[in-house]
């Protein structure tokens, strides 16, 4: 009988002793069933590892602000000092104001950017020099948003309103939203662009018939990515947009929002209030999330 | 609706007048001269196939003849493409407008990424067509031989179906305008056996009503479907790498007695 050692075939192909023929088995104590085994347990607990802040965050969202999760919420204004119940309408108002207030700012203008740079002249100076603002832009700190449009629009119309803060929030959108609107278009098949130049289309009438309509999926994901992003800003707003315990009834006032409200509220030292920025914040990562989950729906690829 | 049989045109034969004049001296791609000396002239009514190496020019050609070459930066082209009677390179023309009447089908199946229907009505609508939109694309469907397997799915995406399936939905695409010219860039070398032959016999077809120019890097492909065949060839003797029409004539004297000895040795598969 020979050693294992002897057999130069040992270590990567074993042998069966009797016929000669390699044993082709799954051999599951081998040294790389084993590796291969602790790697895969690996992957799975981090994988794991970096599901478990989002869902203890959500954990403590519902049982720390679920109790609070009634009609009234929705419906009724903050509360004063020492008042009880409430709810935070106008800051649930607020925020979907600013918000739409900076979707329609920005939308347009980074679609029609994001068509210069991906259609008309992508290998432009002015281009690169675009997507490289973009790209800063994107990584620009919010807050500075804030002092910008606080000296551009604040000091300009007399005082705090949801127009300057939808206004400050489009900064924000402006960036990621022309980027990936710029991506999308990017991905658009050269040869669906060629057909419709065969058909006998003008440049605008392929971007608008064929290169816009095939990217609008993924143009919308990022639309609606980008809106979740800001939607739960709130160092923009605190210059901008201000605070207020009223219903907004024009877009020149100052207007409460969630994320202003939460920071409002969380430092009193009444516990309805700080009970109501613990359903703010519920409300706040689902109307984020709901968001996310919108935006995979959206973005499938459609056949 | 149906009527394909009756839209018959008497055909130009033996007049052979042709519907392009191509008179290319010379093509840059800025200053690579990709194509010398290249007359040909794409008869009315008939399918011309032009055949050659890999490089020699025939796409070249074939994309200069609606202008699709425009799109290649330092693309430049001596000489005149008669379409009718108008120079298509001449000042004022408008590619734009040249293209609508010189339709293209292409290598890669290409359909938009919408409905069956949105595909074929696509020139349709760029054209502000006032007619019965529905037939007529019922019609381009049928002349394309498709209307049969997409009828009762009209609204699935064109990127639904198989690649033959989607090769005929851009050739139906392109005829439901009725260009004048349809041009075909090597329209079966992404499709299997039985998807090349449905698309041959829809050109055969197809040629009754319209002028066909046909690129095709398969030799007997131009044999089975061309009237007219194109030999183009390129010359690696100068050094370069720039592609000529070595000669053109009818289908069977190109393959059965061609005068060039360039020719001959292609056609008996000395070089491919």
Redesign the interface.
């Known amino acids: 009988m020979m050693a294992p050692d002897a057999n130069p075939m040992r270590a990567t192909a074993p042998q069966s002793a009797s016929s000669g023929a390699p044993s082709l088995e799954y051999n599951s104590l081998e040294p790389r069933a084993l590796w291969n085994l602790f790697l895969t347990v690996g992957a799975w607990a981090v994988a794991a590892l970096g599901a478990v802040p989002l869902l203890s965050v959500l954990y403590m969202l519902i049982t720390k602000g679920g109790a609070r999760l009634t009609p009234e919420l929705f419906t009724e204004l903050p509360p004063a000092g020492f008042e009880l119940g409430g709810g935070i309408g106008n800051a649930i108002q607020g925020t979907l104001v600013t918000v739409a207030i900076a979707s329609v700012i920005s939308i347009p203008v980074a679609i029609l950017a994001a068509v210069y740079l991906a259609e008309f002249r992508p290998n432009s100076q002015i281009a690169s020099v675009a997507r490289f603002l973009a790209k800063v832009l994107t990584g620009f700190p919010s807050i500075l948003a804030g002092v910008f449009v606080y000296a551009a629009v604040v000091l300009l119309m007399g005082g705090y309103s949801a127009l300057a803060g939808g206004v400050a929030l489009a900064v924000l959108m402006l960036p990621t939203v022309t980027l990936t609107a710029e991506g999308a278009m990017r991905m658009v098949?050269q040869?669906?662009k060629?057909?419709?130049?065969?058909?006998?289309?003008?440049n605008a009438?392929v971007v608008w018939?064929?290169t816009l309509?095939?990217a609008l999926p993924s143009i919308v994901t990022g639309v609606i990515l980008a809106v979740a992003r800001v939607a739960g800003e709130s160092a923009p707003l605190l210059f901008t947009a201000l605070f207020s315990n009223y219903w907004l009834r024009n877009i020149s006032e100052p207007t409460a929002s969630l994320s202003i409200l939460i920071y409002n509220f969380s430092s009193m030292p009444f516990d309805n209030q700080i009970e109501l920025a613990w359903a703010a914040s519920l409300v706040l990562v689902m109307i984020v999330l709901s968001f996310n989950i919108l935006s995979r729906f959206i973005g499938r690829p459609?056949? | 609706m149906g009527n394909a049989a009756a839209l018959k045109r008497p055909m130009a034969r033996g007049a052979s007048e042709s519907a392009i004049d191509c008179r290319v001296d010379k093509i840059y791609y800025g200053k690579f001269l990709a194509v010398r000396d290249s007359n040909i002239a794409i008869e009315k009514g008939k399918i011309t196939g032009f055949i050659g190496p890999s490089g020699c020019g025939k796409s070249t050609v074939l994309r200069s003849l609606n202008r699709m070459n425009d799109l290649i930066k330092g693309f430049k082209l001596d000489g005149k493409v008669n379409f009718l009677g108008q120079d298509i390179y001449a000042k004022g023309i408008d590619p734009v407008v040249v293209r609508r009447h010189i339709g293209m089908v292409f290598q890669q199946p290409n359909p938009f990424s919408m409905s069956i229907f949105d595909n074929v009505a696509f020139g349709l609508k760029l054209n502000r067509f006032k007619g019965d939109v529905e037939d007529r694309v019922e019609h381009a469907l049928t002349r394309a031989a498709l209307w049969d397997e997409v009828k009762d799915k009209l609204k699935a995406s064109g990127l639904s179906l198989s690649g033959g399936q989607q090769q005929r939905l851009c050739i139906a695409r392109a005829v439901a305008t009725q260009p004048s010219v349809l041009l075909m860039d090597e329209p079966c070398s992404a499709l299997d056996p039985i998807a090349t032959r449905r698309v041959e016999e829809l050109m055969l077809e197809l040629k009754k009503d319209y002028t066909i120019a046909l690129v095709t890097h398969n030799m007997q492909q131009a044999r089975r479907v061309a009237d007219v065949t194109a030999f183009f060839s390129v010359d690696i003797s100068q050094g370069g790498r720039t592609g000529h029409l070595v000669e053109a004539g009818p289908t069977d004297q190109i393959f059965d007695a061609p005068t060039q000895t360039l020719t001959k040795q292609y056609i008996s598969g000395e070089f491919s």
């Open positions: 098949p040869r669906m060629d057909a419709a130049i065969g058909m006998g289309c003008t009438q018939s064929v309509p095939t459609q056949v």
